[in-house]
Structure formats: C-alpha cells, structure tokens
C-alpha cells in the first residue's frame, strides 16, 4: 500500500480573467486503505486526486506516492495507481468490452493470446462475462462503470483512485458500484458527493476553498460538512 505525499502543494491555473488557484498550501500524509474526500463544487478535490498519479501537475510543492516524486516519476506512479472518473464514458475506447480491458495491458503484456485472457478473467470477476463482445457504449450506466473498474484493476494497481464514481448512476447502480469498491484489496481512495459511500471510510477529507478544512473520522467530518449546510 503506497504512502501519500503532499508537500507545500499548490496548484494554480490560468484563466481569460488571469489566474486562479486551486489548491493552497497543501501538507498530507495519507497512509489508510480507505480514504473520503468530500467537499462542494469547484472546492479543488478533484485536482487534488488527479495530482496522485498526475493527471495534474502541481504549481508549487512536491507530490510523492511510495517515496516517488509524481511530476518527475509519473510513469512509474501510474503502474501503482488506478483513476476511474466519473464518466465512464471518458475511458472507454475500444469497440467491444473485452477489447477495452486488455487495451489496458497493451505495455505490459506483450503477447496478444495472454491479453485476452487476462482480460477475460477480470471481467468474469466483475460479472460481465457475458458482455465481452458487446460495444460498450450500449452498455448500461452501473455496466459502463464497472467496466471502466475492470480496465483499471486488470493492471493489478496498487491504489485505486475513483472520482465521483456514483454520480450518474441510479440508486441500484449507485449500491452495486458501492459494494464493488469496499470489496476491493486495494487501497482506495473516493471523491464523492454521496456521503452514504463514504460512511465507513477509516478517514474523510472535507476540502474547502482550496484548503483541508477537516480532516478526521468520517462520522465526524461528514456530520461537520452536513451541518455547514444548516443540515
């Protein structure tokens, strides 16, 4: 499981207005396999993930993942650590389902019979056997991001990263994917809007303008969040 870095890290970006910061002054140590962070629209959580496996880069400050520098060593960081986005639909590429798994071990994998079947192990594990030569974008939501699941875990990922990974789900779908992530070894660490998935995270986050307002247990630091809402 791969120590989590953040040093002095800030991230600003440049607009047609001139530039806006993201993140400030952001110091973490993130160590437990299961990771919350919550935080309203714009607030800077989303960048703060993608600056684990460097997806974004930090403006000032330094990013590490089991001592490696991200922005120097990202190549290396990506081997350990998977990113499922919200929209599955954003890391679906290839023109059936089990294509679109074993694209994902296109460089470590060089033979093409070995691909295949790694591929068809991962999506009878993920319950989409049946869906293998299926086009995924006439897949359904919950199938979508489960399969969206299945190309990041095939590479054996040390930590699984997941943005918003309930949003455009429905209730039921919303539940399955739930059950999947807390099913999973991995380390995990969870973005979201839905408070219900992150109840039993061992830590929560609640990012605010930019900046760690909370940082603690997850009954207290949801309960917090809830209550700056008048709720």
Known sequence: MPHI???????????????????????????ERRIGIIGANGSGKSTLVRLINGLADPTSGQVRVAGLDVAKRGREVRRKVGFVFSDADNQIIMPTVAEDVAFSLRTTIKSGREREAKAAAMLRTMGLEHLADASPHFLSGGEKQLLALASVLVVEPELVIADEPTTLLDLGNRRMIAR??????????????DLELLEDMERVLWIADGKVREDGPADRVIADYVASFGG
């Open 5 to 31: 870095e953040f040093e002095n890290v800030g991230v600003t970006f440049d607009t047609t207005t001139g530039q806006r910061t993201v993140l400030h002054d952001i110091n973490l140590s993130l160590n």
């Open 180 to 193: 999947r992530l807390a099913k999973l070894p991995q380390q995990l660490i969870v973005v979201s809007h």
